[in-house]
């Protein structure tokens, strides 16, 4: 698999190394842990220098960092390191997105799925077309689908003469963002977007099919193949083979470019665990239109017609059947907790349209975040943002920018659920701790430490609400960028364990955690630890 950033990945492996921390002391990597090392005192007794030797810290060797802290409640800036210094910030992109929807949408902003009849029933035929129409919204599944179906049945459509139609001119036709990598096309954290998409489970991936390849009963079988949800859309081309038992599981789960073929290579041994893997789809659009012609069609409804994707409804249509996602409030917990990519980007394409009444688009999405971060008092000329989720490497954001966001929405009258829709340091609960759940455990910032995370490949971030020993709230805003080792999280986190454990009149810096001592789920920093599937974080 590929990182968002269009580079291949590689296997990552633990090095174990000697380091020193700049005029303090030297130990080896392998027996750092949070805290001092045993027998050992720290030189800094203010907070500026505890964050500068974290800083110091070899693995960011070469990189940029730019970082703020803030009383939260005050907004004094209590520690400053390359604050205007834009870099890019990953998923910390989200916490502009969803702030912008939270105010320019509303946290009762629902998506709608309709069914409309273009045409007169009669005799429970349709003399026309039927018409699926969508704005946008990113976690509908096949069941959703199904019960649209079935309300079109209810209301006595049994044949259709005409055509189904597919209406997902709510957005544009862009599918991908700026400078997505293309080998990430079938990656399902980079799946296409359209106002018409399926997602394969609450999870809410949309616009993916997951696969799942069990091994056959002896060595040398066609393992067994099954794809959720069931559809005729996406086509398997199985060339895996059961291995022999004990053996290693090799299975790739790949679509080839520009078509909804999956291939299934490699082996699955004998007895071995069942191999998972989420897959994009070519062209949402028809996705969506194939799995509700299916259920039409499981509920005695036949559609003579073919189907046509991108058309308009007409507005004297007649609607037979609606759905309506989740509210905004709501979502914000799958979207943020596990920093979900096409949730940004249909947010993004919604804000475009209720701004412009123009088919939803990138460029005026981020235009309308841009707008709400100047209202609210962050200087959106210091940022570029070209997408919603932040996979783009055109996106540059400042600690400084995302600290006065974070200041900012303080004052908001939705604040409340926004800021519970932050991961929890080491709140084990999926959709609590999210992609926070195994990091900072057993330190004065779990169930403490709320943030929203980014990983790219050389880019990481870490932004949120801390408490320190005092009780006082903290903004803390991390961003990194450049560096060459696996991952800079551990940096992160001692950043916001040792705010954790500071007072007001002191703080002294928490080691980070080498390499070795942190779980392989979090040493992979080319991604998010949430879409490293069926691994959870």
């Given at each position: 698999?590929?990182?968002?950033?269009?580079?291949?990945r590689?296997?990552?492996?633990?090095?174990?190394?000697?380091w020193?921390?700049?005029?303090?002391?030297?130990?080896?990597?392998?027996?750092?842990?949070?805290?001092?090392?045993?027998?050992?005192?720290?030189?800094?007794?203010?907070?500026?220098?505890?964050?500068?030797?974290?800083?110091?810290?070899?693995?960011?060797?070469?990189?940029?960092?730019?970082?703020?802290?803030?009383?939260?409640?005050t907004?004094?800036?209590?520690?400053?390191?390359?604050?205007?210094?834009?870099?890019?910030?990953?998923?910390?992109?989200?916490?502009?997105?969803?702030?912008?929807?939270?105010?320019?949408?509303?946290?009762?902003?629902?998506?709608?799925?309709?069914?409309?009849?273009?045409?007169?029933?009669?005799?429970?035929?349709?003399?026309?077309?039927?018409?699926?129409?969508?704005?946008?919204?990113?976690?509908?599944?096949a069941?959703?689908?199904?019960?649209?179906?079935?309300?079109?049945?209810?209301?006595?459509?049994?044949?259709?003469?005409?055509?189904?139609?597919?209406?997902?001119?709510?957005?544009?036709?862009?599918?991908?963002?700026?400078?997505?990598?293309?080998?990430?096309?079938?990656?399902?954290?980079?799946?296409?977007?359209?106002?018409?998409?399926?997602?394969?489970?609450?999870?809410?991936d949309?616009g993916?099919?997951?696969?799942?390849?069990?091994?056959?009963?002896?060595?040398?079988?066609?393992?067994?193949?099954?794809?959720?949800?069931?559809?005729?859309?996406?086509?398997?081309?199985?060339?895996?083979?059961?291995?022999?038992?004990?053996?290693d599981?090799?299975?790739?789960?790949?679509?080839?470019?520009?078509?909804?073929?999956?291939?299934?290579?490699?082996?699955?041994?004998?007895?071995?665990?069942?191999?998972?893997e989420?897959?994009?789809?070519?062209?949402?659009?028809?996705?969506?239109?194939?799995?509700?012609?299916?259920?039409?069609?499981?509920?005695?409804?036949?559609?003579?017609?073919?189907?046509?994707?991108g058309?308009?409804?007409?507005?004297?249509?007649?609607?037979?059947?609606?759905?309506?996602?989740?509210?905004?409030?709501?979502?914000?917990?799958?979207?943020?907790?596990?920093?979900?990519?096409?949730?940004?980007?249909?947010?993004?394409?919604?804000?475009?349209?209720?701004?412009?009444?123009?088919?939803?688009?990138?460029?005026?999405?981020?235009?309308?975040?841009?707008?709400?971060?100047?209202?609210?008092?962050?200087?959106?000329?210091?940022?570029?943002?070209?997408?919603?989720?932040?996979?783009?490497?055109?996106?540059?954001?400042a600690?400084?920018?995302?600290?006065?966001?974070?200041?900012?929405v303080?004052?908001?009258?939705?604040?409340?659920?926004?800021?519970?829709?932050?991961?929890?340091?080491?709140?084990?609960?999926?959709?609590?701790?999210?992609?926070?759940?195994?990091r900072?455990?057993?330190?004065?910032?779990?169930?403490?430490?709320?943030?929203?995370?980014?990983?790219?490949?050389?880019?990481?971030?870490?932004?949120?609400?801390?408490?320190?020993?005092?009780?006082?709230?903290?903004?803390?805003?991390?961003?990194?960028?450049?560096?060459?080792?696996?991952?800079?999280?551990?940096?992160?986190?001692?950043?916001?364990?040792?705010?954790?454990?500071?007072?007001?009149?002191?703080?002294?810096?928490?080691?980070?955690?080498s390499?070795?001592?942190?779980?392989?789920?979090?040493?992979?920093?080319?991604?998010?630890c949430?879409?490293?599937?069926?691994?959870?974080?």
């Amino acid at each position: 698999m590929s990182t968002p950033d269009g580079t291949a990945r590689s296997n990552f492996r633990t090095r174990a190394r000697r380091w020193a921390l700049p005029a303090v002391v030297a130990v080896t990597a392998a027996t750092l842990s949070w805290g001092a090392p045993a027998g050992a005192h720290s030189s800094t007794s203010g907070l500026p220098e505890a964050i500068d030797t974290i800083l110091g810290d070899p693995r960011m060797e070469g990189g940029a960092a730019s970082v703020v802290v803030a009383d939260a409640h005050t907004g004094e800036t209590l520690y400053q390191h390359n604050p205007t210094g834009r870099l890019s910030p990953a998923s910390n992109t989200k916490l502009a997105t969803s702030a912008a929807a939270m105010s320019l949408l509303g946290p009762g902003y629902t998506f709608s799925t309709d069914v409309r009849a273009d045409g007169r029933v009669r005799g429970g035929a349709l003399h026309g077309d039927l018409y699926l129409r969508g704005t946008g919204d990113p976690t509908t599944l096949a069941a959703d689908y199904d019960k649209l179906a079935a309300a079109v049945a209810a209301a006595g459509v049994k044949k259709v003469d005409g055509r189904l139609v597919a209406d997902d001119t709510r957005f544009d036709h862009q599918r991908i963002g700026d400078t997505w990598g293309g080998d990430d096309e079938s990656s399902y954290y980079a799946a296409q977007i359209s106002a018409l998409t399926v997602a394969p489970d609450t999870d809410y991936d949309s616009g993916t099919v997951i696969v799942e390849v069990a091994p056959g009963a002896k060595a040398g079988d066609k393992p067994v193949v099954s794809v959720t949800p069931k559809n005729s859309y996406v086509h398997l081309d199985v060339r895996a083979r059961t291995g022999a038992a004990g053996g290693d599981g090799t299975v790739a789960v790949e679509r080839q470019h520009g078509t909804n073929t999956i291939t299934v290579s490699g082996t699955v041994p004998v007895g071995g665990d069942t191999a998972k893997e989420w897959v994009t789809v070519w062209e949402p659009t028809g996705y969506a239109a194939s799995v509700f012609r299916a259920a039409l069609a499981a509920h005695g409804v036949r559609v003579s017609g073919s189907t046509r994707l991108g058309r308009a409804t007409p507005t004297a249509a007649k609607t037979l059947a609606t759905h309506r996602s989740m509210a905004l409030k709501d979502l914000l917990v799958p979207f943020m907790k596990l920093s979900n990519n096409m949730h940004a980007e249909s947010l993004i394409k919604a804000m475009a349209y209720k701004a412009t009444g123009k088919p939803g688009n990138w460029g005026d999405g981020t235009a309308a975040v841009a707008g709400y971060l100047k209202g609210a008092g962050v200087d959106a000329t210091k940022i570029r943002q070209v997408d919603g989720s932040g996979l783009s490497r055109k996106d540059n954001f400042a600690a400084r920018q995302i600290a006065d966001l974070l200041l900012k929405v303080r004052g908001e009258s939705w604040y409340a659920d926004w800021y519970a829709s932050l991961p929890v340091a080491c709140d084990p609960a999926r959709f609590v701790g999210g992609t926070l759940r195994t990091r900072m455990c057993g330190t004065p910032a779990a169930l403490n430490a709320r943030g929203k995370t980014g990983s790219l490949t050389g880019a990481s971030a870490l932004s949120g609400y801390v408490k320190d020993a005092d009780g006082r709230e903290l903004v803390y805003s991390v961003v990194q960028n450049n560096y060459l080792v696996d991952s800079v999280k551990p940096l992160e986190d001692a950043i916001v364990v040792t705010l954790a454990k500071s007072t007001a009149e002191e703080a002294s810096a928490v080691l980070p955690k080498s390499t070795r001592a942190v779980p392989a789920a979090e040493r992979d920093g080319d991604l998010e630890c949430s879409w490293r599937k069926p691994a959870t974080c």
